[in-house]
Each structure stands twice: as structure tokens, then as C-alpha cells.
């Protein structure tokens, strides 16, 4: 077995161990619970026509979920609490995407915004995900935690957010088009799967850039 085999195996297991914890897995399954619930008050809330409401608990439900998916994400800080602030940025940032419906039509009034016959600016994946890859490459390159950490949170907030919309309406990837609708179940399984993965890899990219830093590189190439 090479160094290199031995020492990949030995983290895939450090990493089992540390999330495999009780914490961790609750707040992993509330995410998908969050989502249902604040789903189904919608849907009981649309029947009483309370627009104000229903865009305030479809905030709220993007607001959690992306918390509770960067206290899942992001748990490898020491600093408590800096990371809560980390997780209530997330939150906020999740919300805030909405904002795009105000400004695609120039008003605040509610009924205008919410009746758009396009998705607005915000709405299309491919534009804060590219900011969030360059600021992890930046990260790379600069060996950076705080910067890739920055990325991550994005990526957390915008995916949440556009992944819970997707449902309904399919991923926006511009220029090329949107995505068909997908199921239900779908849409919860991947509300789980997506703060496995970033937890993976920002644990594993961390690891590079402090690898980096002490060896004092310039440059860090993941392939």
C-alpha cells in the first residue's frame, strides 16, 4: 500500500467518526423536515390567499435550511462564534435572493414581484456559483480558510435556495436553459446530500491549503 493510499484511507475514516455523531446527524435530518414543514404551511396558507405571510414563511423555510445546512457544513471551527455567524450569514444570504424579484420589476409592491413571467438575475445557478468558485480558487491560490469558507457558504446558501425552487420550476443554468421539475422525494434526499458533500469538501480542501501554507507553496493544484 503506497503513503499516499494509507494516508487517504486514514482520513476517509477520521472523517466517518466526526460525523457520524448524534448532533450532527439530527441537524442533518432536520434539514429535510424544515423543508416539509415550511412547504406544507404554504400550501395550507395559499388557500387563505395571505400573500405577505406565505412570502414570509417561504423566506423563513430558505433562511433554515441554509443555516442549519452551513451548521452542518462549517462545523470544523473552533470559534463558536464566529461560526454562528457564519451560519446566520448563510441564512440571510439564502433570503436575500429573493430580492432579484423587487429589482427585476422596480417596486416593493408584492403582487407585482411575485407575478414575474421570467426568474430574475439571482435566479440563474450559473452566476453566484461561478462567484463562488473563483473565490475558491483565490482561496487556493492565496491559501486561504476564511476565503474558501466564504465560497462555501455561498455555494450553500445559493444551492439551498435554488434547489428548493427547483422542485417546482427545475435549476436555472444560463445561458443553456432550465432543468425539467424533479420529484418530491428527490428534492429531500438532496437537501441531505448537499451538506454532506460541501462538508467533504471543504474538510478536504482545508486541509490542502493549510498543507500549503505551512510548506509555504505558491500554487496548490487539486488534479
Not at 186 to 199: D, F, K, M, R, T
Request: proline share 3%; glycine share 4%.
Amino acid at each position: 500500500m503506497t503513503e499516499s493510499k494509507r494516508m487517504w484511507e486514514l482520513w476517509s475514516l477520521d472523517y466517518l467518526k466526526t460525523k457520524l455523531d448524534v448532533k450532527s446527524t439530527i441537524n442533518l435530518f432536520l434539514i429535510p423536515v424544515i423543508a416539509l414543514t415550511g412547504d406544507t404551511a404554504i400550501g395550507y396558507i395559499y388557500h387563505y390567499e395571505s400573500l405577505i405571510l406565505n412570502c414570509f414563511v417561504d423566506s423563513a423555510t430558505h433562511f433554515m435550511i441554509a443555516s442549519f445546512s452551513w451548521n452542518y457544513v462549517g462545523n470544523l471551527s473552533i470559534n463558536k462564534r464566529s461560526h454562528m455567524f457564519a451560519v446566520f450569514m448563510c441564512g440571510l444570504l439564502a433570503s436575500l435572493i429573493d430580492i432579484d424579484h423587487f429589482i427585476a420589476v422596480g417596486t416593493m409592491d408584492l403582487q407585482v414581484a411575485t407575478r414575474l413571467l421570467h426568474r430574475p438575475l439571482l435566479h440563474c445557478t450559473t452566476v453566484l456559483s461561478a462567484v463562488a468558485v473563483l473565490l475558491a480558487l483565490l482561496s487556493i491560490k492565496i491559501h486561504s480558510i476564511p476565503y474558501l469558507k466564504l465560497s462555501l457558504i455561498i455555494t450553500t446558501a445559493v444551492w439551498t435556495h435554488h434547489w428548493r425552487d427547483g422542485y417546482r420550476r427545475g435549476i436555472w443554468i444560463c445561458p443553456i436553459g432550465s432543468t425539467p421539475p424533479y420529484g418530491y422525494v428527490l428534492y429531500l434526499v438532496g437537501l441531505i446530500a448537499l451538506p454532506l458533500g460541501l462538508h467533504f469538501i471543504l474538510r478536504f480542501t482545508s486541509e490542502l491549503v493549510q498543507k500549503a501554507k505551512n510548506q509555504d507553496l505558491q500554487q496548490v493544484y487539486l488534479i
